[in-house]
């Protein structure tokens, strides 16, 4: 992290309890980085939603708000109508039940056709998910599942993302962590493919940036051919600009910037790492979150008594 990134002046807020890296510097407009303003919109934001009645306590600490405000340059009104929609659509999606209930049995036959896995962390902490569009086989894929179990899939490992993998992360390294590092490779895509998958793109786009905001930190694509440009001009109308400027598009020469920001044990060895899971990469899930305490924290999600404090442990 550099300098400038560091609080220039006092914090109108608190750092978070529990950090023991002794070189964390949080950024601007997180706890601990924020200027009295954002301090007295944060204070306001809160108080706005819990005369209304929309506060709910287990899943909106201060953290959360946060991402919410800095979604929408913290603007109240537009944070609270944004949180305020994302609860309803939480209702319309039936999110709790998804994260008590789903089971998506076809996982592994899934994985042959369209990849979508969390695997490690980067240098910062950061939980890595990699995506392979590119290895997307249309037919095959909507043989084994839908559209509809996709999104409830994706939804499902949204809340798994905010309720342990991020304290695991946090745990692991020593200060929140609060975004992941995604890579997108596009090796041998093609526009056909895409065209077909685009309605699932967006609606998986929408939902990432709508109702889980700011949840992104880094965000490469790899392997990017002529035809990306394509596919960029229908993709990024629907990204706002604070995800447009976090995303990387490089071509085949990708390795070092990888390996810039994932240490080699943590990168499968497809990407450039030396990674070699025993099931393969895209199966294991390997991670902090895997240990017990987190495993715990997950069934808990599961029965619906969990909530997304991510401080350090």
């Known amino acids: 992290m550099s300098s400038s990134d560091a609080p220039t002046q006092a914090s109108a807020s608190a750092v978070p309890e529990g950090i023991i890296d002794p070189n964390y510097k949080p950024l601007p407009g997180r706890l601990g980085n924020l200027t009295v303003p954002q301090q007295h919109a944060l204070e306001n934001f809160k108080k706005q939603l819990q005369d209304e009645g929309v506060f709910v306590e287990e899943r909106m600490d201060d953290a959360t708000l946060l991402r919410f405000l800095r979604a929408r340059k913290f603007d109240v009104a537009l944070a609270k109508k944004m949180l305020v929609e994302c609860e309803q659509w939480r209702k319309d999606f039936n999110v709790e039940d ?69 304290p695991a992360c946090s745990a692991a390294v020593g200060h929140p962590v609060e975004t992941s590092c995604t890579i997108l490779d596009l090796k041998d895509v093609s526009l056909t493919n895409f065209y077909r998958v685009k309605d699932y793109v967006m609606a998986a786009s929408s939902i990432g940036q709508d109702r889980y905001p700011e949840c992104m930190g880094k965000f490469y694509i790899i392997n990017a051919p002529w035809l990306f440009n394509g596919v960029w001009a229908i993709i990024r109308p629907w990204l706002d600009e604070v995800t447009v400027s976090k995303i990387d598009i490089i071509g085949s020469s990708y390795k070092d910037k990888l390996l810039a920001q994932i240490p080699k044990e943590n990168l499968p060895k497809e990407f450039g790492g030396t990674c070699q899971c025993q099931k393969g990469c895209s199966l294991s899930d390997a991670g902090p979150w895997n240990e017990e305490k987190w495993q715990k924290l ?12 991510i401080a350090p442990a």
């Not at 049995?105 to 939980?127: A, C, I, L, T």
């Not at 997950?298 to 404090?309: H, I, V, Y």
């Open 298 to 309: 997950e069934a808990e999600m599961s029965k619906g008594t969990a909530n997304g404090n």
């Open 98 to 166: 998804i994260v008590k209930n789903f089971d998506f049995h076809e996982k592994e036959e899934v994985d042959k056709y369209y990849p979508q896995f969390y695997h490690k962390m980067d240098k910062d902490g950061r939980p890595v998910y990699i995506e392979q569009l590119g290895k997307l086989d249309f037919k095959a894929l909507y043989a084994c599942t839908t559209q509809d179990r996709l999104l409830k899939r994706l939804v499902y490992e949204y809340e798994k993302f905010i309720t342990s993998r991020l």
